[in-house]
């Protein structure tokens, strides 16, 4: 199963209050609902991919409203191979389009969160939560990065839910696509905010457990992407000086060289890889006082100077 599956699994089980249920409902019809005429008058249709969905709403609406409930599967075609279940009450359609908040003035799916179904903080979660079952998913922690949305019916409704998101401070963005609307989270803190908001603990602790495996790994990575940087840069100065020593070798007199050059000779062929730091703490063993860092850069700055002014008398 995908972290989504397991996600929505885990929130499947989460019981609410009636207050709850009304707006996790809300949520899902808002969605993933519509509404059809005929003769025989209006009807609600829910539909969705998932059966333990389309379970968790029928047990819902049931339980809020004595109606009869149809289900129909329909099998999936080609293209799209998986089932499609659809939930469809004709009975009451208009009280409950009312008392769900989904009803506007033009006796169609409202476009907005109604305030009057989220007016308590457990509400509010609950509206997230449904939101989520209904078209949220959210990547696997594993991968390469962090994204979690939920598909929206229009602009003015992914706008609302992210006014509703932001009450918890949940950093997101409404965004139209060709497959239509949706909000999205892609800091990873805020995901793992929206999935403790929804209940979803047992999907946060395992979320924030590889979160954390992922940035000690990424931070470990950039610790030896900067030593092996660094010892690449030792190593290149190091053979810069070496050829700059071999060049005064072949054409300077080493008599007329100062002492401090020809001691900074001397520690650079005695230790061609070391660095500057290590060769401080060695000229100690050679020499009565240590030559500071900033002493050795010096000289092999004198050093270059002193091989460059050879090497163009040499060609002259």
């Known amino acids: 199963m995908s972290f989504t599956s397991d996600t929505k699994k885990e929130l499947l089980s989460i019981k609410e209050d009636q207050c709850c249920k009304i707006a996790s409902l809300s949520a899902m019809l808002a969605i993933n609902g519509y509404l059809t005429l005929s003769s025989d008058g209006m009807k609600l249709t829910f539909q969705t991919t998932s059966l333990p969905i389309v379970r968790k709403a029928i047990q819902t609406l049931?339980?809020?409203?004595?109606?009869?409930?149809?289900?129909?599967?329909?099998?999936?075609?080609?293209?799209?191979?998986?089932?499609?279940?659809?939930?469809?009450?004709?009975?009451?359609?208009p009280m409950i389009m009312r008392e769900l908040g989904l009803m506007d003035e033009t006796q169609g799916f409202a476009q907005t969160i109604d305030d009057a179904i989220i007016e308590r903080s457990c509400c509010k979660r609950s509206y997230l939560r449904g939101?989520?079952?209904?078209?949220?998913?959210?990547?696997?922690?594993?991968?390469?990065?962090?994204?979690?949305?939920?598909?929206?019916?229009?602009?003015?409704y992914a706008e609302s839910l992210r006014d509703l998101m932001q009450v918890f401070e949940l950093k997101t963005k409404p965004l139209q696509k060709k497959r239509g609307y949706l909000v999205y989270i892609k800091d990873s803190e805020k995901i793992a905010d929206f999935l403790r908001v929804v209940g979803a603990m047992q999907a946060l602790f395992e979320y924030e457990d590889e979160r954390?495996?992922?940035?000690?790994?990424?931070?470990?990575?950039?610790?030896?992407?900067?030593?092996?940087?660094?010892?690449?840069?030792?190593?290149?100065?190091a053979n810069r000086q070496l050829k700059n020593i071999e060049i005064i070798d072949k054409l300077v007199d080493e008599s007329t060289l100062p002492d401090s050059v020809v001691e900074a000779m001397?520690?650079?062929?005695?230790?061609?890889?070391?660095?500057?730091?290590?060769?401080?703490?060695?000229?100690?063993?050679?020499?009565?006082?240590?030559?500071?860092?900033?002493?050795?850069?010096?000289?092999?700055?004198?050093?270059?100077?002193?091989?460059?002014?050879?090497?163009e008398k040499y060609e002259k």
């Open 266 to 311: 001397f520690l650079r062929k005695t230790y061609p890889e070391a660095s500057l730091n290590e060769l401080s703490e060695l000229s100690g063993d050679h020499y009565s006082k240590k030559i500071s860092k900033s002493g050795l850069n010096h000289r092999f700055r004198n050093i270059a100077q002193i091989a460059k002014e050879a090497l």
């Open 62 to 93: 049931k339980s809020l409203y004595p109606v009869h409930v149809d289900v129909v599967m329909k099998k999936g075609i080609r293209l799209q191979k998986k089932n499609q279940y659809m939930m469809s009450v004709s009975e009451k359609v």
């Open 131 to 156: 939101a989520f079952l209904a078209s949220g998913s959210i990547n696997h922690p594993h991968s390469s990065s962090y994204h979690l949305e939920i598909a929206c019916p229009s602009m003015s």
């Open 212 to 237: 954390i495996k992922r940035d000690f790994v990424n931070s470990i990575t950039r610790v030896m992407n900067m030593e092996i940087a660094n010892q690449n840069k030792t190593f290149e100065a």
